[in-house]
């Protein structure tokens, strides 16, 4: 994972191969696998690794529409693709520039942006802003927005972004399937339900008699709410010592308008 931080080289030894170098690495993967598929190759504790912090999940349902002969790809269309990827091949160097109201936008996006709930992409969060750099640039190449000194990004570009990015991170839990679905999980997900089929709170003893069969100890239970605190699924009342549901509601992030991926 170290060569997603682009270095300025790296060098790996081997015992028997010897060492390689390589300069400026640029590492890029797209693959798609099955939820299954990806609960039986990587090992329970992938969210805490930085493999998946730097990844995007994409969700596929399946098929939007079934065409039972697809018809070939239109020619005009082909060269059209041809065409932009050669001019963001050409015009796509050095440093990317952002506007000054693009910059605006990110600083209260990266302030103001919700933690997803989910705790198996605690690490994803904390690299989210990284990505959605990337995808900034991705968005405002594909745009063939450029000036002398490479990738220009505006407002626009930010706000799409983060708007797709947003909707994609909506569906992550799904494209995860049970990958990393450990026991705190569940336990988890237990005193969620808990808490919102009690909207009047429930105090930790309260919690701890009612999840006897799936908590060891106290600590355990002190670990897990400590965890859906950082994460805004509970709300803390220290002066009744009472705990709430938190917002499980949709997301509301600042700079996202669904209505741009339609």
Partial sequence: TNMWDMPDSYSHRLKKAGSSKLINP????????????????FPENIGGQGFLSRTLMIYGKGARKKITFPQPPDPQTEQVLIELLAAIKTHARGHAVLTDGAKQMLDVIYKGWQPLPD??????SGRRFTS???????????????????????????????????????????????????KALELQNRISGLLEAS????????????????????HQLAEALRTMQRLGKVIPDVKNGLLYAGNSGPRKNPHCDYNLLK
């Fill in 132 to 182: 959605l750099l990337k995808v900034c640039m991705v968005v405002a190449s594909a745009n063939l927005s450029f000036n002398k000194t490479g990738v220009l990004i505006t407002e626009d570009h930010v706000l799409y972004a983060n708007s797709m990015l947003c909707f994609v991170e909506g569906f992550m839990p799904r494209a995860l399937g049970k990958l990393g679905s450990s």
């Fill in 26 to 41: 640029t590492i890029n993967l797209l693959g798609g696998a099955t939820t299954s598929t990806l609960a039986e190759i």
């Fill in 119 to 124: 705790v198996r992409l605690e690490t994803y």
């Fill in 199 to 218: 909207p009047v709170g429930l105090s930790i003893s309260s919690l701890n008699k009612s999840l006897t069969s799936v908590v060891e100890n106290l």
